[in-house]
């Protein structure tokens, strides 16, 4: 099941899934610790008329997960007409305090007066493991606390601000008990004031409603890392009240917002509210300590049982240029930090890493038939490097270059120097940004070639003249041996990635959208050039394929969650956007940006009525596939309508 809406505040990270229930619950680091890990539930649950109806069973309740357009806040309706309640929920995280909120409305839409029951159920894994996990009710703030170890979560509840009146505490999935919320069936909770082990706990909130009457209810959890913090945050809600967080909060966003705020020249109230929602959750992935989440969907269990919360460099490099171009500079520059802190002795990026900057996983081995090999994507190195030259151009921030050139610019600018076929001039071999083929991709190749020349440039602001002249050297170096090894002239295509063995240069000419806009983004060749303008064509040709829903592929035959083999692949929203910068590039009047607008239609239409936007689509159905949200969706969302609106003014009335 896919999340439906994601809300952070760098710290405390909240995913709510279709049913607007709390699936994922990160904390103290985004992406790091999931203390709910998706597979269990924060359940809702509405006792009327001698019955207990929860969202996570009755599908009698008729659930809308939709976003504000101008906070990082859910809007979710909830109607269930078999009982004649309905409830509106507003969520949001606190951005300067880790506490969650939810304001619930409660709605008798009967004719008569009824008693209904609130019920909230939380379930825990705390540190993602069962074991020495203790829940209990503390009488003192009258609040339920679970904790193990350094992490503390206290939830609070109160009914037109009267505290919530029953509780009870117990076990979940143990010795057939299947979980504290079924002591809610009867209307009543027992008050069992404690338990550990595999520990779950329950609140209600009691009521008489009269005909249509609507009843507002504010809770919350608090994450710590001791009790004392906790229910130092609960006495901080209880004095400035939830009303006045929330509120708070929101104004926090909407004054965000205002940061990036742009002339959306003629761009549809739909794409504005998609580029807004687009750079808020982008922002939601982006860990206080400078990592960049991929995705936050705990249920995207990708090969070996694990998941997108990593901080791969290359999409967290894309990610925090868009924020950086909308206006957002500091999670670039805690980015940077990051970098220059993992980067490794020798100057590479490994494949990925978590936010508290400790090595992510990998299946990229470190030997193969029997010969040593670097396990890296080279390209998340050098785009690292690109990105903060984009930085440095758009901010001037000349104390952040100088205190990271030595540590970072010239050690991985070093490595990307030496790590080249002396032969060829073109990048050693490494895994391709797609993390599935080792070779010496097009992509990759561009990348190094853009990275080299950023490094020169940034030496050159602070008087390295023989690094300059060797990065210089080097990134033409490499741009000439991509023009001469790398294109495809019967084809009409870059190939995918080229291997030199005893007996010369491999080819694999499989058609990737990846080969192209390497050669277009990282300025390998102008954007009118023929082959960039016939590889294009070839491309968009060749991986819109068998796709009814519309979009591109990765790649001709990419097999990755592939729904549909008659189909080049299924489509991805970033390759997608792709072809949507390489047409505003080569706009030279604005009815050029007709199909432009189009492909921002489609983005649009296979939104979430949140605004969440996966990786890929079903090319059938265009129902969302993979990780979702995908920071780097949004993040390509972000940039493209950017560099649309750049071009439009450049444009002007020209015709």
């Known amino acids: 099941m896919s999340r439906s809406l994601i809300l952070s505040n760098g710290e405390l990270a909240v995913a709510l899934d279709e049913r607007g229930l709390v699936r994922d619950l990160y904390y103290p680091h985004v992406g790091l610790e999931d203390h709910v890990r998706g597979h269990y539930l924060h359940r809702i649950g509405v006792w009327v008329d001698g019955s207990i109806s929860w969202f996570s069973e009755d599908p009698s309740w008729e659930i809308v997960v939709s976003a504000e357009e101008d906070a990082l806040a859910s809007h979710i309706s909830a109607k269930n007409p078999r009982i004649g309640v309905e409830l509106k929920i507003a969520d949001i995280v606190y951005n300067e305090r880790s506490i969650f909120f939810r304001t619930i409305s409660v709605a008798n839409t009967y004719d008569h007066a009824r008693e209904i029951r609130l019920y909230f159920a939380q379930q825990f894994e705390i540190y993602k493991s069962h074991g020495g996990d203790t829940a209990y009710f503390d009488p003192a703030s009258h609040s339920v606390i679970h904790y193990k170890g350094r992490r503390i979560f206290l939830i609070h509840a109160a009914l037109d601000k009267k505290p919530f009146g029953d509780y009870a505490i117990g076990l979940a999935n143990f010795n057939g008990q299947e979980g504290t919320y079924r002591d809610a069936d009867d209307g009543a909770l027992s008050k069992n004031p404690i338990e550990h082990g595999p520990a779950d706990s329950a609140i209600g909130l009691y009521a008489s409603y009269e005909p249509g009457q609507t009843r507002e209810c504010h809770y919350w959890i ?117 970098c220059r802190v993992v980067l490794s002795d020798d100057g590479y990026l490994m494949h990925k890493y978590l936010p508290d900057r400790s090595l992510g996983s990998s299946w990229h081995p470190w030997i193969k038939d029997g010969e040593y090999q670097l396990p890296i994507q080279e390209d998340e190195t050098a785009i690292v490097i690109y990105a903060l030259y984009k930085y440095y151009l758009h901010n001037q921030d000349l104390e952040l270059l100088e205190s990271l050139y030595a540590p970072l610019v010239e050690r991985a600018a070093n490595f990307l120097l030496e790590y080249r076929d002396t032969k060829t001039h073109l990048p050693e071999a490494s895994y391709d940004l797609w993390e599935e083929k080792r070779g010496t991709s097009t ?78 983004a990282f300025a390998i060749l102008p954007h009118d050039d023929p082959r960039v303008e016939r590889a294009w064509e070839e491309t968009v040709r060749r991986l819109s394929y068998g796709n009814p829903a519309g979009g591109l592929a990765r790649y001709e035959g990419d097999h990755y969650y592939r729904r549909d083999k008659e189909s080049a692949g299924n489509p991805w929203i970033i390759t997608t956007l792709w072809y949507a910068e390489y047409r505003i590039a080569g706009a030279k009047k604005p009815a050029d940006l007709d199909r432009v607008r189009e492909i921002f239609d489609w983005v649009v239409k296979h939104a979430q009525p949140s605004g969440v936007l996966s990786e890929q689509l079903d090319p059938r159905t265009g129902h969302q596939v993979s990780a979702t949200p995908l920071a780097w969706s949004h993040a390509a969302y972000v940039s493209a309508v950017l560099k649309y609106l750049e071009k439009r003014k450049e444009l002007g009335n020209v015709t």
């Open 222 to 338: 608090a994450c710590g890392q001791r009790v004392e913090d906790v229910i130092e945050l609960n006495q901080y809600v209880l004095r400035k009240t939830p009303e006045h967080l929330t509120t708070s909060a929101r104004e926090y966003w909407k004054s965000w917002l205002n940061l990036s705020s742009k002339h959306f020249a003629d761009l549809s109230p739909a794409h504005l509210k998609l580029f807004k929602q687009s750079l808020m959750y982008t922002k939601a992935h982006v860990d206080a300590d400078g990592g960049v989440i991929a995705s936050l969907d705990s249920d995207m269990l990708q090969y070996g049982l694990d998941t997108y919360s990593y901080v791969w460099p290359r999409d967290a490099g894309f990610a925090v240029l868009a924020l950086d171009r909308a206006g957002v500079r500091n999670p670039a520059k805690r980015f940077f930090e990051f």
């Open 443 to 520: 992509f990759t190749a561009s990348s190094v070639c853009a990275a080299l020349f950023a490094a020169a440039e940034l030496s050159k602001l602070l008087g390295k003249e023989e690094n300059e002249r060797l990065y210089r050297e080097a990134s033409e170096e490499t741009r000439e041996a991509v023009l001469k090894h790398l294109w495809d002239g019967n084809s009409g295509t870059f190939v995918k990635h080229v291997n030199r063995t005893q007996g010369g240069l491999v080819y694999d000419r499989t058609v990737d959208a990846s080969s192209v806009y390497g050669i277009f």
